[in-house]
């Protein structure tokens, strides 16, 4: 019943842009086909990547083919969804209303697959879940190990990872491109619900070939050499750690900093389990820890509206924090 209502609420939708071709059209609208959702779903896909050459390689269709797609659905709906050209790409009035409505119609698809998935005694659906870069080396690996339940509980949960920055984690968590993230955060997050899960602790280190590698710590030496910083550090208020450094560079990941920091010009802020690699080999060491140090909160993010919510709440059951 959810679907159809919101099949009718398209139909509405569609009524008050043009009710002439609207109601032309009113009694197909109430039985969408599959075409009809093949069409809807290219148009989504063109409207999200911004072109039809964009959408190509998310489709996996030539842009003839998609304009085709696009046409057709204007044909069948009675009115003109984009316009497309020299100028670019733009949704029309009646376009982005029916952009929004389709959305509520795939997300009232997709809840009513995962109730339907949720009848069986079998935990099945997917779960996708972004994590910010490098948290591997973490010692006690608790995300590794809540997957791992989750493997255990049901062969059909289907897990999604993607690995990125925390900005990019925060966009697709809020679009709904994912179910789950886990990244630091500095500020609470309209529409997202942010569950503390653990803290890791940053210092800064320079490299082998480093000058300050073979100095003793010094504040006023430390000071004339070029600094690179975590893009979410920069953001904390420590005025009186970052104050006392040249920050020259920036970077989203951790990676970012470890490169510029082997390139033995920059000193950088690494988390000392990421950095614990080239230490040991003598590599990298920490410089100042007792003054130079950061500690970074993580989180577990969900949206406040959840889809796949059987799924995900096996795996915070996993981790270990509050699902509610």
């Known amino acids: 019943m959810r679907i159809n209502s919101q099949l009718i609420q398209f139909s509405f939708d569609l009524i008050k842009l043009k009710p002439d071709a609207a109601m032309l059209n009113q009694r197909k609208l109430r039985q969408v086909s599959n075409l009809d959702l093949k069409l809807l779903k290219t148009f989504l896909a063109v409207v999200q990547a911004g072109s039809f050459t964009g959408a190509e390689s998310i489709l996996g269709l030539s842009r003839s083919a998609i304009s085709i797609y696009i046409s057709d659905l204007e044909k069948r709906l009675g009115m003109k969804l984009c316009s497309r050209g020299r100028a670019g790409f733009s949704l029309t009035l009646e376009g982005q209303t029916v952009y929004e409505a389709a959305l509520r119609l795939m997300s009232a698809a997709e809840q009513f697959q995962e109730e339907v998935n949720n009848t069986y005694s079998v935990l099945k659906g997917e779960l996708n879940i972004g994590i910010i870069d490098n948290l591997v080396s973490i010692p006690h690996r608790t995300i590794s190990q809540a997957l791992a339940r989750l493997k255990q509980t049901s062969n059909e949960v289907k897990v999604n990872i993607r690995m990125s920055n925390p900005a990019d984690i925060t966009l697709a968590l809020l679009e709904g491109e994912l179910d789950v993230g886990v990244m630091p955060s500095l500020t609470s ?23 300050l590698f073979n100095q003793p710590d010094r504040l006023d030496t430390i000071q004339q050499h070029s600094a690179v910083l975590p893009v979410y550090a920069e953001q904390m208020n420590l005025p009186d750690l970052f104050d006392n450094l040249d920050v020259a560079a920036t970077s989203n990941n951790r990676d970012g900093v470890a490169f510029l920091v082997l390139t033995h010009e920059y000193i950088g ?3 000392d389990h990421y950095a614990s690699r080239w230490v040991d080999r003598g590599e990298m060491r920490a410089i100042l820890p007792q003054k130079f140090n950061l500690t970074t909160d993580f989180y577990i993010a969900t949206r406040q509206a959840q889809r796949n919510r059987r799924v995900l709440d096996v795996f915070l059951d996993a981790l270990g924090v509050d699902k509610t």
């Not at 619900?193 to 803290?199: F, H, T």
């Open 189 to 211: 997050i309209d529409g997202l619900k942010l569950r503390p899960l653990y803290s890791e602790t940053s210092s800064l280190y320079c490299s082998d070939q480093h000058p």
């Open 269 to 271: 802020f690494l988390p």
